[in-house]
DNA sequence: TCTGGGGTCCTAGGACCC
DNA sequence: TCTGGGGTCCTAGGACCC
């Protein structure tokens, strides 16, 4: 199977309608003002020569690059692009489509020759877009994504059975889909440092560490193993939220209040769209500095009424008893499942 | 350096029931 | 004295991903 992802995505969607922008450093995020609070959401190639990345603060990207130019995310342009690129990619004779995300997805198809439809894929992508993908070309999901990485931007990369630990035996086991820091850090006080200690470990190791079910998982992560077909099945979501993180953080309990109305009429928005009511109300606060609580309450009855979310969440909120100023709050909204689940 | 906003899945432990 | 066994539901929180 292969994996498309699309290089440098929001940067490059904004070039498209920006084209004297092209060959700058280029920063997509937040309100686009990187004095504010916010985070990068992609810097273009340009502007991670300057050690820009995802995730970072916007304060630190301006650090590290003066001279790039910040933008807003703008979220209606770049899902419009991502819909154009996934009806390319499901035109592609006998692609099955499994997204994964507005700017990569799986695609299955038979062919004698991955490489050559990995290419013709990329083809066609930009035709359609005007857009540049790279795409990775695996036996199993977990080593078509990991793939994908190696050929960045704009190339095609395989990643099978044969050549797995060859590519990945030595690097770190956070190079692996699936293990961050923390995992990694549990390995590592186990002496697993790479992924082909991973992929050998004694699995009564991996269970006694993370469990009957993680465990193997882990180990087979390590061996690049896992699902292999692409599944389609449009997805449906479990629940919807909205979270906010405030510019100065909130002391004011009216304020407090009047934010977690607006953000449970955001969420019962959400949910009246999908058609499914409320039927768990989760409530976030990041307290500066930087402790996050989650609270989580099943409704007596699902409702679609958002003063019974804003209630409460804010009954959460008082449950905890903290009246330190408020970085960041969130609200969820658990949807009842669909007749027949999920 | 000092943190977005949207999600998913897993685990642990307590309450409760038979 | 010193403690079954199985199950479900619920909440809190960890970890990861894009």
């Given amino acids: 199977m292969l994996h498309v992802d699309m290089d440098q995505f929001l940067a490059a969607v904004e070039l498209l309608r920006r084209p004297e922008l092209r060959g700058m450093p280029v920063v997509v995020g937040g309100r686009g003002d990187p004095t504010e609070r916010g985070v990068v959401s992609t810097a273009s190639y340009e502007a991670r020569e300057f050690g820009v990345r995802s995730g970072m603060p916007l304060r630190t990207a301006l650090k590290r690059c003066p001279d790039a130019v ?5 979220f209606p342009v770049y899902e419009a692009a991502s819909e154009r690129v996934m009806a390319t990619l499901r ?3 006998g692609a099955v489509v499994e997204v994964l ?7 299955g198809v038979e062919t004698d020759d991955p490489v050559a439809t990995a290419h013709a894929l990329r083809a066609e992508v930009l035709a359609a877009t005007d857009l540049h993908c790279s795409v990775g070309v695996g036996d199993t999901l977990v080593r078509a994504k990991i793939a994908t990485d190696f050929g960045k931007p704009q190339g095609t990369f395989m990643l099978t059975r044969d050549n797995w630990l060859e590519v990945m035996g030595d690097r770190p086991t956070t190079a692996l889909w699936g293990v961050g820091k923390r995992i990694a850090a549990r390995l590592s006080a186990v002496g697993i440092e790479t992924v082909a200690q991973l992929a050998s470990a004694p699995e009564d190791v991996l269970v006694g560490g993370f469990g009957p079910s993680m465990g193997p998982h882990y180990g087979r992560l390590g061996r690049g193993g896992g699902r292999s077909t692409v599944d389609d099945t449009p997805w449906v979501a479990r ?5 906010r993180t405030f510019q100065t953080d909130l002391v004011d309990v009216a304020e407090v ?3 977690v109305h607006d953000l449970a009429a955001a969420v019962v928005a959400d949910l009246r769209r999908e058609g499914r009511a409320c039927q ?4 976030k606060v990041r307290f500066a500095p930087f402790f996050t609580f989650t609270r989580i309450r099943k409704l007596t009855e699902p409702t679609y009424d958002a003063s019974v979310v804003a209630a409460t969440a804010l009954d959460l909120l ?7 100023p408020i970085r960041l709050l969130g609200v969820r909204g658990e949807m009842v499942p669909p007749e027949g689940g999920y």
């Fill in 257 to 259: 209040e009047a934010a």
């Fill in 101 to 107: 995300g507005w700017d990569e997805a799986f695609v």
């Fill in 239 to 243: 629940a919807h939220g909205h979270e």
């Fill in 91 to 93: 035109a592609h004779p």
């Fill in 280 to 283: 768990r109300v989760h409530l």
């Fill in 318 to 324: 008082r449950g905890l008893d903290d009246d330190r």
């Fill in 70 to 74: 910040f933008l807003p995310v703008d």
